[in-house]
């Protein structure tokens, strides 16, 4: 985990196989996600919420689970970062990293991730 003026990214839930194998694969495409993870973060310290900012490269898939693509990067193999963004907990979770052929069942994996997020958040909450 890492902090920034009250907002954290947190791999507790990523896949860390398929994020090792995307670095491995593809080192431009991973590094230049992240950056862009970084910008994202920034503008959530700069204006407190998602909606209140647009990059091109960062787009909502619904229930707060947002894809982060790479700029940057000519002739590149298409790669996207999945984040949830937890606001309430200040949190953007790291879930997975994928590509065009397997965006559908990314995005589906990604929001039933984001149900036990907030599934987990409301159990401790209740303690």
Not at 25 to 39: D, H, Q
Not at 94 to 121: M, N, P, Y
Request: hydrophobic share 35%; charged share 30%; with cysteine.
């Amino acid at each position: 985990m890492s902090k920034g003026d009250g907002w954290i990214v947190s791999k507790d839930f990523a896949e860390g196989t398929r994020l090792k194998s995307f670095f491995k694969k593809y080192p431009k495409e991973f590094g230049a996600c992240f950056e862009n993870l970084s910008r994202v973060v920034q503008a959530l310290i700069d204006f407190g919420q998602p909606g209140a900012f647009q990059f091109g490269f960062f787009r909502s898939e619904g229930n707060n689970v947002w894809r982060i693509g790479q700029t940057g990067i000519g002739h590149s193999h298409e790669t996207r970062l999945y984040v949830y963004l937890f606001v309430r907990g200040k949190t953007v979770y790291v879930l997975t990293i994928g590509d065009k052929s397997q965006q559908r069942q990314d995005i589906k994996r990604c929001k039933d991730l984001a149900k036990v997020i907030e599934q987990r958040s409301e159990h401790e909450d209740h303690k």
